[in-house]
């Protein structure tokens, strides 16, 4: 069975398409990896790379593609909406299959090294990897962006992992970690008032109070004149797909509305559904074990 | 993407474990294929081998097991509970991935005309292969058990489809065919009264006029003490599990009672788990492809 780790860098280029393509070439020539999807923004000026192999493989297209956009992108030459620390900002390793998160963290520490040592560029370890608690979000990792970083890392909160207090003058730096799959999960309401949306999204997440490891907000569909709840499930295993649909289900009847579809946007890890229809078919011992695929990769 | 195919042949010996461990042998050293799962039940003496593969793989092996099977199983010296009419009794293939029913019935045709041919094993090709509606149903091909085929095969009816009408004299005849995978469900029931669990049982099954491939039975379980409803689902993609798990729970309200659970016994493939979340989660516009796994393979 092979060791199989998901990995989703973000870069700081989302307009000048021969250098989005040449930064995929990159991970297109490595061995035991495999570029599964990769879309730009150009608004945001960013893309977004995603690739799964084996752990040699995704630290090798993880370092080469580092490298590549540090030599491609100038961030002191960069504007996009989206915000941004470095020519290559953050590199997540996922695992998928047959793999811990700690075999992730271990991942990233040593990928972050390299990048800092061969690179020159600081990392920041961040998520399951950071060394501090503050330092586990990105947001707050990335806040002062790249403008604001030289000086941002002389502060002792925010020294670098590696690499030392001296940003890349045009990569700036770039954040590194292990964190769960993420899957991208939003509900539709029977309803065109957002504030419905907003108030079940409250209720539902962490942050406000909420199941553990979701984050929500209330968006409005104008295309469809209907209010979505838009989630990033964080930790499918630990909080369920269908724990956060009942749950919205249950608070969207105080307004009489009820669900009228659900959707997953981009890539799922099969385990994300299965979970759900071992819950909703009462499954009794059932073992991922029994799930065919399990035995075929 | 590889082309994945199960085979799940049952050869006709479930005492002698060094044959058991021969034949199963024969499997493990074929290039492409794996061996999941082998089971032999004493009393049937019969056992069941699971293999997946690539087409000329899985058709190599397979075609080695019947030689195999032949020249270590003697029908005029077995006895069992299970019916059985070769040494190889059946060998049935389904289609995991990227390959269509239509290439199984194909593989099972050139497989079938080898064995015939090589082997000297007369064959019937049976389910989604059948030359013949009344030869679909693998039950009906094997009335009268060994012991009678060779006066069998001279009706008209029952001509073997490959070897002409003369049966091997150790090792019979053999059933070849592609079929659609095959789940064992099993929906608990909160009663003792296995009378209920029959009822459902009727009410849900195709041969009594419910839903279409779907077999069942009412049992009792005597160490828990409650009745269940075993069932065979033999195309969960036109007759998913959620369905009947569904009219299980209504039809058993009728009664009072309820499922206090379901089942599923060995390998699932993953999308018949799948298609149960989709419904309960009311995914809109879900596409297989959004399943991680289905890119890796």
Chains 1, 2 share one sequence.
């Not at 035991?32 to 945001?44: C, I």
């Not at 993880?62 to 491609?72: P, Q, T, V």
């Not at 075999?103 to 920041?124: H, M, Q």
Request: hydrophobic letters at 40%.
């Amino acid at each position: 069975m092979a060791k199989i780790i998901e990995c989703i860098p973000n870069v700081s280029e989302g307009r000048r398409t021969e250098v989005v393509e040449a930064l995929v070439n990159v991970v297109r020539t490595v061995p035991g990896v495999t570029l599964l999807d990769y879309s730009s923004d150009a608004s945001h000026n960013r893309s977004v790379i995603t690739m799964v192999g084996d752990p040699d493989g995704i630290e090798d297209a993880a370092f080469k593609l580092a490298m590549a956009a540090r030599d491609n992108i100038d961030l002191t030459q960069h504007e996009g909406e989206h915000p941004r620390m470095g020519a290559i900002d953050v590199i997540p390793f996922v695992p998928i299959k047959d793999v811990t998160v700690a075999e992730c963290v271990e991942l990233s520490k040593k990928l972050g090294e390299r990048i800092a040592n061969e690179l020159g560029i600081p990392v920041f370890l961040y998520e399951d990897s950071a060394t501090a608690p503050h330092r586990k979000n990105l947001a707050e990792i990335r806040k002062g962006q790249f403008e604001g970083m030289a000086e941002k890392v002389n502060d002792e909160k925010w020294h670098p992992d590696f690499g030392g207090n001296r940003i890349h003058p045009t990569a700036g730096v770039v954040a590194v970690g292990a964190r769960p799959p993420l899957v991208a999960y939003n509900i539709n309401l029977s309803t065109s008032d957002i504030k419905v949306a907003d108030k079940i999204a409250k209720i539902i997440r962490e942050r406000s109070g909420g199941l553990k490891y979701v984050k929500a907000l209330g968006v409005m569909l104008e295309d469809r004149n209907i209010a979505q709840v838009s989630i990033n499930m964080c930790n499918f295993s630990k909080t369920p797909l269908y724990r956060v649909f009942e749950l919205v289900r249950v608070e969207a009847a105080r307004y009489g509305v009820h669900i009228i579809g659900s959707e997953i946007i981009g890539l799922a890890p099969m385990a994300a559904l299965i979970d759900s229809a071992e819950y909703y078919l009462q499954l009794e011992g059932f073992s991922k074990n029994q799930v065919l695929e399990n035995r075929l990769m």
